[in-house]
């Protein structure tokens, strides 16, 4: 299947700082990218859709300044925590549109945010 | 009421087993509906998509859609400890995926 690829995959940080977080499709372009929250023992959370060259959707309650995402280019999607405080510690997962195959989604491995 | 539902588990069962896993659904738009698994601390792999009522079998796995039911399942035969994981089902409507809260499953050896 498609491969996406995600970087940090794990990242600890301190209250106050930003963190990066990379999504990349390998082996295809994905004019549509999504990021997702996942808490312990929940389901994923649907944050906001990417779409290349333009501005994300985001989901009712997620505060766009806070979750600032960017897609400059067909194969990655960039998603940055700003001023990170202990309540965003959360699995982020980004995902991507494959339209050849009904819509459905391929999934990066996660990237597991601290914040202290 | 949520859109999806899926009994979260655990599921036990012994190496072997047939397991079932099943999500109902209340929102007659959803056009496509897919199973991943999800191991610990690990992204959603996409095992089974399907788009039509009826069955589709791949390998070990059989994905089951009934529309007039709003009813979708996953059977995995002669399950094995390495199938141990959580299971979430998921449905598309306008462009997004809408997941069930996932079934935790343990095969036994």
């Known amino acids: 299947g498609a491969v996406v690829s995600q970087h940090p995959s794990r990242v600890i940080c301190k209250s106050g700082t930003s963190v990066k977080i990379e999504c990349r499709s390998l082996?295809?372009?994905?004019?549509?990218m999504f990021w997702y929250r996942q808490f312990p023992k929940q389901s994923l959370m649907l944050m906001a859709t990417?779409?290349?060259?333009?501005?994300?959707?985001?989901e009712q309650g997620v505060e766009k300044d806070k979750f600032l995402i960017n897609h400059a280019s067909l194969t990655l999607s960039t998603l940055t925590v700003t001023s990170a405080h202990p309540e965003d510690s959360s699995f982020y997962i980004c995902?991507?549109?494959?339209?050849?195959?009904?819509?459905?989604?391929?999934f990066g491995p996660g990237t597991r945010l601290t914040v202290l | 009421q949520k859109e999806v539902e899926q009994d979260p588990g655990p599921l036990s069962v012994p190496e072997g087993a047939i397991v079932s896993l099943n999500c109902t659904y209340s929102?007659?738009?959803?056009?496509?509906f897919m199973w991943y698994r999800q191991y610990s601390r690990k992204g959603p792999e996409l095992l089974m998509y399907?788009?039509?009522?009826g069955n589709k079998e791949d390998g070990r796995f059989t994905a089951q859609v009934d529309k007039s039911s709003k009813y979708i399942s996953l059977f995995i035969r002669d399950s094995q400890p390495s199938d141990s994981a959580t299971y979430l089902c998921?449905?598309?409507?306008?462009?997004?995926?809408?997941f069930g809260q996932g079934t935790t499953l343990q095969v036994k050896p």
């Open positions: 995902s991507a549109r494959i339209p050849q195959v009904g819509d459905t989604q391929y």
């Open positions: 082996d295809f372009q994905a004019t549509t």
């Open positions: 990417s779409n290349e060259g333009s501005k994300a959707t985001y």
């Open positions: 929102n007659s738009a959803f056009q496509y």
């Open positions: 399907t788009y039509s009522s």
């Open positions: 998921a449905m598309e409507a306008t462009g997004k995926l809408i």
